[in-house]
């Protein structure tokens, strides 16, 4: 069994307690850490920054960072091409173990671009779906939730 620390604990669990695909709210729930990690532990925050570095519109995720640079050339972060082997391996991993379908479409989107493989395709949709419902479900209950604004993000 691997040892978490605890701050990566924290940070999983602040992860698995998004509830929307509001970048206000990412900013909210995740929480700097505190300690200094080894190398392994920060390459595994690195990859969940990409993640959370994305954002969906229209059916596709796009980088929250995009710029030109002096030779004209656009460059993005994060970047769904610039995820290697041991990276799309950690996604796949979380994408097992996480609770939450927030995330989870999230991942599995993530690794559908990657791979092109239509298991991640179809959970995605999977995710989506079960978003939807639930926010069908709250709509009611809680105003901070749109069916329609998040219909409109996932579906192209």
């Not at 999983?12 to 990412?26: A, H, R, T, V």
């Not at 994305?54 to 004209?72: E, R």
């Not at 995605?124 to 069916?147: M, R």
Request: proline share 4%.
């Amino acid at each position: 069994m691997i040892d978490i620390p605890e701050d990566i604990k924290q940070l999983y669990s602040q992860i698995d307690s998004i509830s929307s695909f509001d970048s206000w709210e990412l900013l909210e729930k995740i929480t700097p850490l505190d300690n200094r990690q080894n190398d392994e532990w920060q390459d595994k925050i690195k990859i969940e920054r990409k993640v959370l570095g994305f954002y969906i519109n229209k059916g596709d995720l796009f980088p929250k960072i995009v710029k030109v640079n002096s030779a004209g050339d656009v460059d993005s972060y994060p970047n769904s091409n610039s995820f290697v082997e041991a990276e799309i391996e950690y996604l796949k991993d979380r994408l097992n173990v996480s609770p939450n379908f927030w995330i989870k479409s999230r991942y599995s989107h993530i690794l559908w671009t990657i791979t092109k493989n239509n298991i991640y395709a179809v959970r995605t949709l999977e995710y989506y779906l079960e978003i939807v419902n639930f926010i069908k479900d709250k709509e009611d209950l809680e105003s901070n939730y749109s069916l329609p604004s998040i219909i409109e993000c996932i579906l192209p």
